[in-house]
């Protein structure tokens, strides 16, 4: 039985563009993966707190010199990598807020990106200890990015997940929604083109 992991990280959580675009996707993968699991972490409903030092000087603390709270804080991080590494498939939503990803799943990442849980450095350089998925993204954007010198999104977050050993991603861009009514609706028209074609070599196989 199959996991699929599902990151909201709109702020608009489900309502937002990013969150329905990853649910059509779902919608198929659910089809072809009869008793698949689906797992949702809602970065609207349930923020990741900032990474201060606090927190940061809680993952650096040897285990036996812990004090309750760092255990906490380690705790906490430890479940979301769990449930991280649980998962056979990542959709990850991810909208465009001033420029970049929202604040929130930067978070999120600061608690899943960490040594010598997901991932390691070795004389040959960093290497990413999440391996096996396949991550599926959906962008949605005001403007139009993709191919351009001002897309900070794609490249940022195919380093952040190849490093933790998440290298398979596929991208799917909703763009110009900001742009006109026709813009939008064409936008949307594309990305739910370009996920239809994701699914349905898969349901042909099932
Ligand atoms: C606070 C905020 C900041 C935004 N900044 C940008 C931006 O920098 N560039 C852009 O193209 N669109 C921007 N937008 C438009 C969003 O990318 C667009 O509404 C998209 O649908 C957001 O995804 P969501 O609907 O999943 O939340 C912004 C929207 C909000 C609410």
Redesign the pocket.
Known sequence: MKTLLQIRS???SS??????LAERFIAGWRASNPGGRVVVRDLAKDPVPHLDAVRFGAFLAKPEERTPAQQAVVDYSDSLIDELRRADVVVL?L??????LPSTLKAYFDHVGRAGVTFKYTEKGPVGLLTGKKAYVFA??????AGTPNETQTPFIRTFLSFIGMSDIEFVY??G??ISEASKEEGIARARAAIDRLVEPELAAA
């Open positions: 709109s702020i608009f309502g937002g563009q990013s969150s329905q939503g909208p465009m807020y001033n420029f970049g949605a954007r005001g403007g139009v990015y909703a763009e929604l900001a």
